[in-house]
């Protein structure tokens, strides 16, 4: 019996990692397959790309413990210095700032670069309309995006901010 880890619709903002008890019976010839003397890992072909610096962690508690599943790639494969502009902004919404943004029920998404360097953004769920998406535009998304893709000169917010339905401040 091997174990089995892999990615449902990876690379999509609905992407989750999975780990699976993986009979002989089902291993498929294209995983990868690593030896890890007391079992075999098996790594699902078309996930490996989205599986890019994962790791799987037991931690001992008082209810016995818990395993911890961490893909940060799972949601958008990790994406090399050299790659286009618009492929790392992605990669740095998906990977960094929408898992913050989301513990608030937001995300925002890349519209488009302009004069090369700005970056114009679109919030949505609890950002959209919320009273503190100036300070979470400005401290938290700008100052990360510039850091991480420094030809990020600015961003620029083109949500419509007067839809406060599901804002999470109002």
């Known amino acids: 019996m091997g174990v089995r880890i892999f990615v449902t619709q990876p690379g999509t903002k609905n992407a989750e990692t999975c780990l699976a008890y993986c009979p002989p019976n089902e291993i498929v010839p294209t995983d990868e397959q690593i030896d890890l003397g007391k079992f075999t890992l098996f790594l699902d072909h078309n996930s490996v790309p989205f599986l890019e610096e994962a790791y ?43 898992p913050n943004l989301a513990a608030h029920g937001g995300d925002v998404s890349l519209v488009e670069i302009v004069d090369g360097s700005v970056a114009v953004l679109r919030f949505g769920g609890g950002c959209q309309g919320c009273s503190a998406v100036s300070l979470t535009l400005k401290q938290g998304v700008e100052s990360t995006l510039k850091e991480r893709v420094p030809e990020i000169s600015a961003v620029r917010d083109v949500t419509d901010h007067t839809v406060k339905e599901n804002a999470y401040y109002q």
């Open 56 to 98: 799987v962690d037991y931690s001992k508690d008082q209810m016995g413990g818990q395993l911890t599943i961490k893909a940060p790639n799972a949601k958008v494969p990790k994406v090399d210095d050299d790659a286009p502009l618009p492929d790392r902004i992605q990669y740095v919404l998906a990977s960094e700032i929408n």
